[in-house]
C-alpha cells in the first residue's frame, strides 16, 4: 500500500486549498477512504471519510460545511477541497485507509493557515 499526498501549503485565513492523495497497491475502488489530520502534541482526527462508491460521506464537526472530500475511482485519488480555512486547520493531514484491521497511512501535506 502507496499513499502519497500533496497539495498542501501556506494560505491565509479564509482561503482554500485543495489536497490530493495519489492511492496504490491496493483495489482502491473497493475501499472507503479517509483524511486525518494532526496537530504536534494532539492526537490525530478524523477529518473526512468516503466510502467506496462516493455513497456517503462524512466529516468532522470542526471542518462541517467548509470541507468537501472526493475520489476518482479511475485514477485512483481522493481529495479534500479545503474552504473558508481558518488558523486552527493548521495540521499536517494524512491521507489513511483501514483495511482487514490495519490502518495505513501517507507521509502527510501540511497545511499552514496564517491570519
Known amino acids: 500500500v502507496q499513499l502519497v499526498e500533496s497539495g498542501g501549503g501556506l494560505v491565509q485565513a479564509g482561503g482554500s486549498l485543495r489536497l490530493s492523495c495519489a492511492a496504490s497497491?491496493?483495489?482502491?475502488?473497493?475501499?472507503?477512504m479517509s483524511w486525518y489530520r494532526q496537530v504536534p502534541g494532539k492526537e490525530r482526527e478524523m477529518v473526512a471519510s468516503?466510502?467506496?462508491?462516493?455513497?456517503?460521506?462524512t466529516y468532522g464537526d470542526p471542518v462541517k460545511g467548509r470541507f468537501a472530500i472526493s475520489r476518482d475511482n479511475a485514477r485512483e485519488e481522493v481529495y479534500l477541497q479545503m474552504n473558508s480555512l481558518k488558523v486552527e486547520d493548521t495540521a499536517v493531514y494524512y491521507c489513511?485507509?483501514?483495511?482487514?484491521?490495519?490502518?495505513?497511512w501517507g507521509e502527510g501535506t501540511q497545511v499552514t493557515v496564517s491570519s
Open positions: 497497491g491496493f483495489a482502491f475502488s473497493h475501499h472507503a
Open positions: 489513511n485507509l483501514q483495511w482487514m484491521g490495519e490502518f495505513y
Open positions: 468516503i466510502l467506496r462508491d462516493s455513497s456517503s460521506k
